[in-house]
């Protein structure tokens, strides 16, 4: 892109296959070093500034989060001059208060996933890095998406703890009650190595989740993809006017 206007990068979980209000000038069938994103990158314009839009499970939905290419995705992303990512997801609640349809600024990530490639750095093993990783998330980022969720009017519960699990499978009850004593409060399968690779690669990296069930044996129901749709269907309009509110104000 070679400028030096900002540009965002915004990974589209479940729900957010692709933005209609996107105005795209560019569709971009790319590859890296660690192989193929999960879709081609979206190249335009949301609220007057430049994007790149990245269908995380792929475009349709296809990829299990588990199988992923976190790397290749992250890299994509900066290949493409993003310098910053906001990343939507998909969450489980397991705090009493973060009910379904509404929006969680998470501040925090305790990762339960194995087998994922967590790093950039595999090959060169004469120089060992260690990123600082104690707040995984921009603050600056999840600043302004706090300015433009209240220049919005959109309520959403500032800060959590988002549990990675490995996924593709919901939780046991047992096993949210055990997340749940480790201090975590929403519970995903994507925000690992996604986040941490963001942080390697130097980009600024925020997550914007979105509730759509009660996290498993929080509720005497069982977990239905009905509901967790009703859910996304419900609240995705919100995240949008956030995202949009976000850009706009940069
Ligand atoms: C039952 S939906 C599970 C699916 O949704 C979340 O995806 P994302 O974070 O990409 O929105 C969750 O992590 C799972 O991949
Ligand atoms: O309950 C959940 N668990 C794990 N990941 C999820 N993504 C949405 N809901 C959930």
Redesign the pocket.
């Known amino acids: 892109m070679g400028s030096s206007e900002p540009v965002w990068g915004i990974?589209?979980?479940?729900?957010?296959t692709a933005i209609d209000s996107l105005e795209v000038d560019e569709t971009l069938e790319t590859e890296t070093v660690w192989g193929a994103p999960s879709a081609p990158l979206r190249i335009g314009r949301l609220g007057g500034r430049k994007v790149v839009f990245l269908a995380?499970?792929g475009d349709p939905h296809r990829i299990?989060?588990h199988r992923?290419n976190y790397r290749a995705n992250i890299e994509a992303l900066r290949q493409a001059g993003v310098d910053r990512i906001i990343?939507?997801?998909?969450?489980?609640s397991i705090h009493p208060a973060m009910t379904p349809s509404s929006l969680v600024l998470p501040d925090q990530i305790i990762d339960y996933t194995w087998g994922r490639a967590p790093s950039f750095h595999e090959e060169n093993l004469e120089h060992a890095v260690h990123v600082d990783f104690t707040w995984p998330y921009s603050e600056s980022i999840r600043d302004a998406l706090r300015a433009a969720a209240a220049e919005v009017d959109v309520a959403f519960r500032d800060g959590g703890v988002y549990a990675?699990?490995q996924?593709?499978r919901?939780e046991t009850a047992a096993e949210i009650r055990r997340l749940e004593q480790d201090g975590s409060d929403v519970v995903?399968?994507?925000?690992m190595p996604e986040a941490v690779l963001a942080r390697e690669a130097e980009l600024d990296y925020a997550c914007l989740?979105?509730v759509?069930?009660w996290a498993a044996g929080r509720t005497s129901e069982v977990?239905t993809?009905d509901d967790?749709r009703s859910n996304l269907d419900a609240g995705i309009g919100r995240v949008l006017q956030v995202l949009e509110a976000c850009l706009r104000a940069d």
Not at 11 to 16: A, P, R, Y
Not at 87 to 92: D, E, F, I, Q, R
Not at 188 to 191: F, P, R, S, V
């Open positions: 990974i589209g979980g479940t729900g957010l995380r499970h299990p989060p992923v990343a939507v997801n998909a969450v489980g990675c699990t996924g593709p919901l995903g399968m994507t925000a989740a979105l759509v069930n977990i993809m967790i």
